[in-house]
């Protein structure tokens, strides 16, 4: 009787603990606790409506409670790969993207070594 109300108790403390945050390593900065799964999500919604950037989202960094950078890549071409950077932030609730912060770099591979040289 005692050991099914553990696992219980045990679970439910899992489940709590594993919803209150965002998954382990999707993000990452100084205010990372602070980025709820809802939070990632939004984000992640607001920047597959954004035309300008692609939506292919590698990197989340909260660098304060309000305000997330994000780095998007896409392969551009076979030897070429476009990464965006831009701020994200949180006004009354919403995460809106800062589309004056977007800056793109292009980065070349050199296909004979799969070594990569970057082109600003």
């Keep these: 009787m005692r050991a099914p109300l553990a696992a219980g108790i045990v679970c439910g403390l899992l489940l709590m ?3 209150s945050g ?5 993000v990452s900065g100084p205010f990372a606790k602070s ?11 607001a ?6 950037v692609s ?3 590698k990197k989340i960094e909260a660098v304060r409670p ?14 070429e790969d476009t990464t965006y950077d831009f701020n994200v932030y949180r ?11 977007i800056q793109v770099s292009i980065e ?4 004979r070594t799969n070594g990569q040289t970057f082109i600003r």
């Design 17 to 19: 603990f594993s919803t």
């Design 22 to 26: 965002a998954r382990s390593g999707e």
């Design 35 to 45: 980025v709820s799964t809802s939070d990632v999500t939004q984000i992640k919604t």
């Design 47 to 52: 920047v597959s409506k954004e035309r300008s």
């Design 55 to 57: 939506h292919n989202v």
């Design 66 to 79: 309000d305000k997330v950078v994000i780095q998007t890549t896409s392969r551009t071409a076979v030897d």
């Design 91 to 101: 006004r009354a609730g919403k995460w809106t993207i800062d589309t004056n912060s």
């Design 108 to 111: 070349k591979r050199d296909l």
